[in-house]
């Protein structure tokens, strides 16, 4: 039996709910339709390093807290973005005050901050709120930008 750690999620496709690893190699597949399902999911100081640093996907790491009203409008911004790009990032998501050790040590000022990993590295990073179609257009670059950079 495993005990790793799942979410739910709706298939855009087809509407079927599916369970989906916190953390897997590859990425997650409707088991419909075989569409690639949007990869939403939390994370925190103990789990960060499986689940976002060995993603074998970009991630983008929302930092948010639950006093920031940004954030409201931020996260559901990400999710629609997951959703669009599912199959090709991954949505992380901590919240700054329940893990220390991640704010520190991305050194978080504002909340929401926004950034992009690829295998552990930082690609890209922002803070502050912005709309769907802008936070879409600046994961698409930065993802792109990677992708032509390593080959
Ligand atoms: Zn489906």
Redesign the pocket.
Known sequence: MSTMQATTVS??????T?RVPVAAEGRPK??????P?PWMVDAGDDDFTEVAERAGLPVVVDLWATWCGPCRMVSPALEKVATDLAGRIKLVRVDVDKNPGLSRRFEVQAVPTLLILDRGETVARQAGAAPAPALRQWVEQSITARKGRSG
Not at 11 to 16: A, N
Not at 30 to 35: F, R, S
């Open positions: 298939c855009p496709h087809c509407g079927r599916n409707c088991g419909h339709c075989k569409q399902l």
